[in-house]
């Protein structure tokens, strides 16, 4: 490793992993998250429910990855949708459903979960799942915006 290679790294650590394993990382987190919904049954939605909610919709992230993942040369456009990707379940934690929310729901309401259990563990677990959702969405975005602004070509003045 060279020298010039230890000091962009240091420089910037979204350089050490590409936005599209970010994104895929997020993705996963993301999956991990929509199995809580599912299991707090009162937060799920068609398929797994008969009533089509803001859970049903919010399915739609997993195509929208993928269409990020193959739109390799438009830069911009992939930084402003996965721009859009981190901001909506950010701002859903934040005003419709917050960690604590789900926590509560797992640990103090057994009759809304699946497993019909009350677990304050499963609780903290599922809002640090939210927590690092939001975090690596962010880091997701941040680094298709900086491949964004590295993929500008040089102005030529003459």
Known sequence: MSIAMISTIALNPLRCVSPA???VLAGAVSAIHHVDHVLRHDHSGWPFIP???TFT???AVYPIIALVL???FRPWLRAGIVFVLA???TLAHTFVETPLDQYCTWARAPD???LGLSSPVLGIAAGAITVLLSI???IAFLAFLDEAI???KPVVVR
């Open 57 to 59: 919709y919010s399915l």
């Open 136 to 138: 690596l969405a962010f």
């Open 112 to 114: 809304v979960n699946l």
């Open 150 to 152: 590295a993929s500008r």
């Open 70 to 72: 193959l739109l390799r």
């Open 21 to 23: 394993t970010w994104l």
């Open 87 to 89: 901001l909506a379940p």
């Open 51 to 53: 009533d089509v909610t």
